[in-house]
C-alpha cells in the first residue's frame, strides 16, 4: 500500500498535465473566418493609362501565299492616345501605330508614314493582317 501511495504521490504534477490537455481538447475553435471580399477596382481607370508587352504570332495570307509573323509587341495608352509598336524576335521595330482621337497613323521602317481616321483598316491595309487596335482600346 505504501508504494502505491509513494506512485500517487509521484504521478501528481503529470496529473495535472493529464487534466490540463484533456480540457484543452474539449475546447471548440472557432470555425475560419472568410477573408473580406476585396472592394472591386474600377476597371476603367486602369484602361485610361495603362502599359502593356508581351509576345505575338500571327499567321496570315497574302497575295495567295500564307505568311507568319512572330515577335512582340509594346503598348502604351492614356485616355487621349493609344502607341502600339511591333518588333521583330531579335527586338527591331517592324511598325509603329500612334493613335488619338480622329487621327491614327502607322510608320514602317524605310517608308512614309500612312496616316488615316480609321486605325484598323489602316493596320490592315499597311500589315496585310487584322490588328483590331480600335476594340483592343475600348
Same mark, same amino acid.
Given at each position: 500500500?505504501?508504494?502505491?501511495?509513494?506512485?500517487?504521490?509521484?504521478?501528481?504534477?503529470?496529473?495535472?498535465?493529464?487534466?490540463?490537455?484533456?480540457?484543452? /481538447?474539449?475546447?471548440?475553435?472557432?470555425?475560419?473566418?472568410?477573408?473580406?471580399?476585396?472592394?472591386?477596382?474600377?476597371?476603367?481607370?486602369?484602361? *485610361?493609362?495603362?502599359?502593356?508587352?508581351?509576345?505575338?504570332?500571327?499567321?496570315?495570307?497574302?497575295? /495567295?501565299?500564307?505568311?507568319?509573323?512572330?515577335?512582340?509587341?509594346?503598348?502604351?495608352?492614356?485616355?487621349?492616345?493609344?502607341?502600339?509598336?511591333?518588333?521583330?524576335? #531579335?527586338?527591331?521595330?517592324?511598325?509603329?501605330?500612334?493613335?488619338?482621337?480622329?487621327?491614327?497613323?502607322?510608320?514602317?521602317? /524605310?517608308?512614309?508614314?500612312?496616316?488615316?481616321?480609321?486605325? *484598323?483598316? #489602316?493596320?490592315?491595309?499597311? #500589315?496585310?493582317?487584322?490588328?483590331?487596335?480600335? /476594340? #483592343?482600346?475600348?
Amino acid at each position: 500500500m505504501l508504494a502505491a501511495a509513494a506512485l500517487f504521490d509521484a504521478l501528481r504534477p503529470f496529473r495535472l498535465a493529464a487534466l490540463v490537455l484533456a480540457l484543452t /481538447g474539449c475546447a471548440s475553435i472557432a470555425p475560419p473566418t472568410a477573408p473580406e471580399p476585396q472592394r472591386a477596382i474600377p476597371v476603367r481607370a486602369y484602361r *485610361d493609362a495603362i502599359e502593356l508587352d508581351g509576345r505575338l504570332s500571327v499567321r496570315y495570307e497574302q497575295n /495567295g501565299r500564307e505568311q507568319a509573323l512572330h515577335g512582340s509587341f509594346t503598348w502604351a495608352q492614356t485616355a487621349q492616345h493609344a502607341a502600339v509598336a511591333i518588333l521583330s524576335p #531579335l527586338g527591331q521595330t517592324l511598325a509603329t501605330i500612334d493613335v488619338a482621337p480622329g487621327h491614327s497613323s502607322l510608320t514602317q521602317a /524605310g517608308r512614309a508614314p500612312r496616316i488615316a481616321a480609321d486605325v *484598323d483598316a #489602316l493596320a490592315a491595309d499597311a #500589315l496585310g493582317w487584322p490588328l483590331p487596335v480600335a /476594340g #483592343l482600346r475600348d
